[in-house]
Antibody
Framework: QVQLVESGGGVVQPGKSLRLSCAAS????????MHWVRQTPGKGLDWVAV????????YYADSAKGRFIISRDNSKNTLFLQMNSLRPEDTGVYYC???????????????WGQGTLVTVSS | DIQLTQSPSFLSASVGDRVTITCRAS??????LAWYQQKPAKAPKLLIY???TLQSGVPSRFSGSGSGTDFTLTISSLQPEDFATYYC??????????FGPGTKVDIK
């Protein structure tokens, strides 16, 4: 069965960096686009970034551009999010999510991890 | 930039009720819309994609319709496990993968 397990969250001071990981299993990881989605405590869902199945292209929400970097290691079935210059408004639960459609970018997210909490506070 | 609105924001209903949630896009997005269900402290779950296609394993009481700018998620007979927050998501245009603000379905 498909499993996505995030790690790397924690408490970090404003301006610092954090790297999130998402270990994937149960599907052919190298065939699917992968996403990061943030949920602010008590609020809705904000898409953060996507990386194409082969890592050749990625796209970011305006809030993440220039500060966050999404990457993947298909040999290790792992997705990453490097978050730099963190701000208090980056606080939230970060989910990794799998794209529904083989080799496609613009598709729904059919599996989600359990999330990892990032708190940016001094 | 495209924006999604959902109505109502909050809905109080009873088991067995027919429930309808609306999602409206600020510009046309064809059928590029998905619906998710989220329960407290859980990850979202995909219910519907391409506006009306039921995701595998999702009960048939859930259905989606619409195209262009107006979309609907319907639960034909609300069950106890359906009390949750529901989000729509557009998959068509910039900004990418925008989610709606959510509709919370609570027990009357």
């Amino acid at each position: 069965q498909v499993q996505l397990v995030e790690s790397g969250g924690g408490v970090v001071q404003p301006g610092k960096s954090l790297r999130l990981s998402c270990a994937a299993s149960g599907f052919n990881f190298s065939n699917y686009g992968m996403h990061w989605v943030r949920q602010t405590p008590g609020k809705g869902l904000d898409w953060v970034a996507v990386i194409l199945y082969d890592g050749t292209n990625n796209y970011y929400a305006d809030s993440a551009k220039g500060r966050f970097i999404i990457s993947r290691d298909n040999s290790k079935n792992t997705l990453f999010l490097q978050m730099n210059s963190l701000r208090p408004e980056d606080t939230g639960v970060y989910y990794c999510a799998k794209g529904l459609t083989n080799l496609a970018l613009m598709c729904a997210f059919d599996y989600w991890g359990q999330g990892t909490l990032v708190t940016v506070s001094s | 930039d495209i924006q999604l609105t959902q109505s109502p924001s909050f809905l109080s209903a009873s088991v067995g009720d027919r429930v309808t949630i609306t999602c409206r896009a600020s510009q046309g997005i064809s059928s590029s819309l998905a619906w998710y269900q989220q329960k407290p402290a859980k990850a979202p779950k995909l219910l519907i994609y391409a506006a009306s296609t039921l995701q595998s394993g999702v009960p048939s009481r859930f259905s989606g319709s619409g195209s262009g700018t107006d979309f609907t998620l319907t639960i034909s007979s609300l069950q106890p496990e359906d009390f949750a927050t529901y989000y729509c998501q557009q998959l068509n245009t910039y900004p990418l993968f925008t989610f709606g603000p959510g509709t919370k379905v609570d027990i009357k």
